[in-house]
């Protein structure tokens, strides 16, 4: 899932540090040393930085042109302004001649990244729902006002009680959720992208059709930034059709599915998604 030969030396470097006074700029010294070492490991990747919804850029990669990355964020931002009629920005993907440029919603903060198409999707999908998000979360334990904007910068956004409200209504008319379920999602970081598989053997044949089954790594990954708290339910989104469903989930027992960044649904599920076999969909963990 990760790249090949990522050592995570910030990862690294961050835990040593933790319960040590680290100031901002050692904290934004470690995010940059992580976007430094995927882009020398991932050569696919031409440019990587994270900024706030506020047009900060907290960090960027060494060989990033500032004036193309400010000028690329300020029209980023003005997106994720108009976008919040619809809930916010979670995620989006442009594709060009032989190039792709993704920005992912990581809490309070964005992860935008140019790649060649050449990129492997689980290695993309191990960087921005693995490698980053856990940087940004031991970041966050020792700088927590590093990843935060002030409040004012949020007021033409959606507070986060009427997202939760636009989330239940959503999953109210899809099949697996149920109504007055007393449950919060994680935090925004928490956010896996998954490619889907069929259902199959015994868990097809005896399984409830409104269940989900998961990568027990990717559940693992959960528990740990989750703060070892309870997972109850998941919540799935098809990133095509917009569709999303909240629903139970249990781990994936086939030991040829670790590691593989899928979740598997059922037939019924898939319809309702209006997604299919090696579609991309996003789940997001949801504790009491």
Not at 69 to 80: G, N, R
Not at 163 to 188: A, H, I, L, P, W
Request: net charge positive.
């Amino acid at each position: 899932m990760f790249p090949r030969g990522y050592s995570s030396k910030s990862i690294k470097l961050i835990l040593d540090l933790k319960g040590k006074p680290v100031s901002s700029e050692e904290c934004v010294m470690a995010i940059q040393n992580t976007l430094n070492e995927l882009r020398n490991i991932c050569p696919q990747i031409s440019t990587a930085y994270i900024f706030k919804p506020d047009k900060t850029v907290l960090a960027q990669d060494k060989d990033a042109n500032k004036s193309d990355v400010a000028s690329t964020v300020d029209k980023l931002c003005m997106l994720i302004k108009h976008a919040r009629v619809g809930g916010g920005l979670e995620f989006f993907r442009v594709d060009s001649l032989g190039y792709c440029a993704t920005v992912t919603r990581l809490g309070s903060v964005y992860f935008a990244m140019v790649h060649s198409r050449a990129l492997d999707d689980k290695v993309l999908c191990g960087i921005t729902r693995g490698i980053v998000p856990i940087v940004l979360k031991l970041v966050e334990l020792i700088q927590p006002e590093l990843m935060y904007a002030t409040p004012q910068i949020f007021e033409d956004f959606p507070s986060e009680k009427a997202q939760m409200d636009s989330k239940e209504r959503s999953s109210s008319e899809v099949v697996g959720s149920e109504k007055n379920v007393d449950c919060t999602s994680f935090s925004e970081s928490v956010v896996s992208q998954l490619t889907v598989e069929n259902l199959n053997g015994i868990s097809r044949l005896v399984g409830s059709q409104d269940n989900v089954r998961v990568d027990p790594a990717i559940i693992n990954q959960w528990v740990t930034l989750g703060g070892q708290k309870e997972i109850i339910k998941v919540e799935v989104e098809e990133i095509q059709s917009g569709k999303k469903i909240v629903c139970n989930f249990k781990p994936i027992k086939d030991v040829a599915f670790y590691g593989k960044a899928v979740i598997q649904l059922s037939e019924k599920i898939q319809t309702t998604l209006q997604t299919k076999r090696g579609a991309a969909v996003l789940v997001r963990p949801i504790i009491k």
